[in-house]
């Protein structure tokens, strides 16, 4: 599956000097991810597309091992990858996603390969990260946020979104997230499937007892408002303030670890990829 970069630039514009290295946190990446994938299912024909995907070897709630390097992985190419890598794991997720779309008896209807799904869960991503460096790191400089931004529409076309989809500017997306929030609607199929996840239902049952409810706050913790009712997730000020405290004393500690140890996973899903690559395996 070799794919070069000059194949690659034709639908992924890697012209902007951002550097996202120093601002990859894999704590973020970990405690952010189910609260991720929660903004991201509650568009119906997202949400009915993964409940419903053909593709068992995908699935968190049968592989949560497997689901989680192939996430860690795209967020690594999207953020990380040269052009060349972007474009074989856009191929190998392509691969996958062919075979999800909706048949006669869905109840929404959807297809993997919709940029404007891919636009929403690209949006996801992005809110997703920034809220946390925030959060563990304080406010970044305008500029920066700004650089970051840009270089964040990797997100949507390291798969199928044509780069003019992205909102032109930090205030176009905010207008476009509130939007998508409104239009957010998780129901009761959608939301029995994510509150599985939310209770660890996937893993062993003895690291479900220790981790469930500390994982379901720190989730519940980083919805926004409208998602957290749909869900049905009660969310206190007091709530707030823990979750607050903690997310700036992990970050103190994230800060004074060094850069490869602050990037890990990413950066070792990163390096499997390009193993990957080299060998000629499987990517997903």
Not at 36 to 52: F, K, R, T, W
Not at 251 to 277: E, I, S
Request: proline fraction near 5%.
């Amino acid at each position: 599956m070799a794919v070069t970069a000059e194949a690659a630039v034709d639908y992924l514009d890697d012209s902007e000097s951002f550097d996202m290295a120093p601002y990859v946190d894999g704590a973020a990446v970990l405690l952010g991810g189910v609260a991720n994938v929660i903004m991201q299912l509650s568009h119906a024909p997202i949400g009915y597309g993964v409940v419903e995907s053909k593709v068992d070897s995908g699935k968190a709630t049968l592989h949560p091992l497997k689901r989680l390097r192939t996430t860690v992985t795209y967020l690594s190419v999207a953020h990380l990858g040269s052009p060349a890598e972007k474009a074989a794991y856009r191929a190998a997720v392509n691969s996958v996603h062919r075979h999800v779309r909706s048949d006669a008896d869905s109840p929404v209807r959807y297809n993997a390969f919709d940029p404007e799904l891919q636009r929403w869960v690209a949006a996801c991503l992005y809110f997703g990260t920034v809220d946390l460096i925030e959060r563990m790191h304080g406010p970044l400089d305008a500029e920066v946020a700004e650089a970051m931004y840009q270089h964040s529409a990797h997100l949507g076309t390291t798969l199928q979104m044509r780069r003019e989809m992205w909102p032109a500017d930090r205030a176009a997306f905010a207008q476009y997230w509130q939007d998508g929030l409104a239009k957010a609607e998780i129901d009761p199929t959608i939301r029995a499937y994510l509150a599985d996840l939310l209770r660890l239902r996937n893993i062993a049952t003895p690291l479900q007892f220790v981790f469930a409810d500390i994982h379901q706050w720190v989730a519940t913790g980083l919805l926004p408002q409208q998602l957290r009712e749909q869900m049905g997730l009660e969310w206190s000020a007091s709530d707030d303030r823990r979750l607050s405290m903690m997310l700036l004393a992990t970050g103190a500690v994230v800060r004074r670890m060094p850069p490869k140890l602050r990037q890990f996973p990413m950066n070792f899903f990163l390096w499997d990829l390009q193993r990957r690559l080299r060998k000629g395996h499987q990517l997903v």
